[in-house]
């Protein structure tokens, strides 16, 4: 074989299989059309440059799975097994995009939440089949500080209308106020009186789940800078949150009167048709253990890893 297309070959294959890089994304990097992409990879396969594995510890998975569906009463759970070779964002995003491909359906209204596993998953979605009639909200404001602007709710809002064909609105106001009056103010907006209107109708909302244990993480001080949110975590028994709202390890919903959220009340949420849990990480074990308590969430996805330490906990609760 011709040593200059075997090099090709085995740097198309690094970019898919090491680096991560969705087809697309290689097409544009070395100006070859996607079909050709495909094709190559094919016989990188084919030739033995790419040999791929079967980790038969997978099959663990699905009872899993079935764990969750039937302690927490879920509808489905997606266990993605962890690989060391890739990156666990990768992973999530990758099997996520299945699971979204059947939620999804045409005249839908969907609604999202912000963060970094979120945004991931978003950005890996692609589309099986060509959409019509769907419209796409976020369920929350946008942060207090200067949060990268890929995790913000109306930046993903925006990437997902786009790859779904789909009308987006956006919320021009923070996910916390000081005082009830600002709240009822920046609600009578008109454009967010549009979005506002939209949370009665939303068939599927995706979101991510905080933690008590990230906030010291500068991505969490982003979106909640100059506000007294930590303050709930510090002096409550919370675990987590869904949309700034906090909940404890036995699912119990914390309400405070000294702040104000912009955001879809989670005793609504519990009235959207598909709830999609999207976390990962030890830091999230507990905060996961919590949400899927409230019996707010329909669907939880998160790596197999997680999932186990989330079970073990549970077993360990219930022999105390």
Not at 205 to 222: C, T, V
């Given at each position: 074989?011709?040593?200059?297309?075997?090099?090709?070959?085995?740097?198309?294959?690094?970019?898919?299989y090491?680096q991560?890089?969705?087809?697309?994304?290689i097409?544009?990097r070395?100006?070859?059309?996607?079909?050709?992409?495909?094709?190559?990879?094919?016989?990188?396969?084919?030739?033995?440059?790419?040999?791929?594995?079967?980790?038969?510890?997978v099959?663990?998975?699905v009872?899993?799975e079935?764990?969750?569906?039937?302690?927490?009463?879920?509808?489905?759970?997606l266990i993605?097994?962890?690989?060391?070779?890739?990156?666990?964002?990768?992973?999530?995003?990758?099997?996520?995009?299945?699971?979204?491909?059947?939620?999804?359906?045409?005249?839908?209204?969907?609604?999202?939440?912000?963060?970094?596993?979120?945004?991931n998953?978003?950005?890996?979605?692609?589309?099986?089949?060509?959409?019509?009639?769907?419209?796409?909200?976020?369920?929350?404001?946008?942060?207090?500080?200067?949060?990268k602007?890929?995790?913000?709710?109306?930046k993903?809002?925006?990437?997902?209308?786009?790859?779904?064909?789909?009308?987006?609105?956006m919320?021009?106001?923070?996910?916390?106020?000081?005082?009830?009056?600002?709240?009822?103010?920046?609600i009578?907006?008109?454009?967010?009186?549009?979005?506002?209107?939209?949370?009665?109708?939303?068939?599927?909302?995706?979101?991510?789940?905080?933690?008590?244990?990230?906030?010291?993480?500068?991505?969490?001080?982003?979106?909640?800078?100059?506000?007294?949110?930590a303050?709930?975590?510090?002096?409550?028994?919370a675990?987590?949150?869904?949309?700034?709202?906090?909940?404890?390890?036995?699912?119990?919903?914390?309400?405070?009167?000294?702040?104000?959220?912009?955001?879809?009340?989670?005793?609504?949420?519990?009235?959207?048709?598909?709830?999609?849990?999207?976390?990962?990480?030890?830091?999230?074990?507990?905060?996961?253990?919590?949400?899927?308590?409230?019996?707010?969430?329909?669907?939880?996805?998160?790596?197999?890893?997680?999932?186990?330490?989330?079970?073990?906990?549970?077993?360990?609760?219930?022999?105390?």
């Open positions: 074989m011709d040593k200059k297309l075997l090099e090709e070959l085995v740097y198309i294959a690094e970019l898919y090491v991560g890089l969705t087809q697309a994304e097409s544009r070395v100006h070859l059309h996607r079909t050709e992409i495909s094709r190559m990879l094919k016989q990188a396969r084919k030739l033995g440059i790419v040999q791929i594995s079967i980790n038969a510890g099959e663990n998975i009872p899993l079935d764990f969750f569906v039937d302690q927490f009463h879920l509808k489905g759970a993605v097994p962890a690989n060391r070779e890739v990156n666990t964002f990768q992973s999530l995003g990758e099997f996520s995009s299945n699971l979204l491909n059947k939620l999804i359906s045409n005249n839908t209204v969907i609604g999202l939440s912000w963060g970094k596993t979120l945004a998953v978003i950005d890996q979605f692609q589309p099986t089949r060509k959409f019509s009639g769907n419209t796409v909200v976020p369920m929350i404001g946008g942060p207090i500080g200067h949060l602007a890929n995790y913000q709710a109306n993903l809002v925006y990437t997902l209308s786009d790859k779904l064909n789909a009308k987006s609105e919320l021009n106001s923070p996910a916390i106020v000081s005082l009830e009056s600002i709240k009822k103010e920046l009578a907006n008109p454009n967010n009186a549009a979005v506002l209107h939209y949370w009665n109708s939303i068939d599927l909302a995706l979101l991510g789940i905080g933690s008590s244990q990230i906030i010291d993480q500068s991505q969490w001080q982003e979106f909640y800078k100059d506000t007294d949110f303050n709930i975590f510090t002096h409550s028994k675990v987590g949150d869904m949309l700034s709202q906090p909940f404890t390890i036995d699912g119990t919903l914390i309400k405070n009167s000294n702040h104000s959220v912009i955001g879809l009340p989670l005793s609504e949420l519990k009235k959207v048709p598909n709830v999609v849990g999207i976390a990962d990480g030890k830091y999230k074990v507990e905060s996961i253990l919590g949400a899927l308590r409230t019996g707010i969430l329909d669907y939880l996805i998160t790596t197999d890893i997680t999932a186990l330490a989330i079970k073990k906990l549970v077993e360990s609760k219930s022999h105390m």
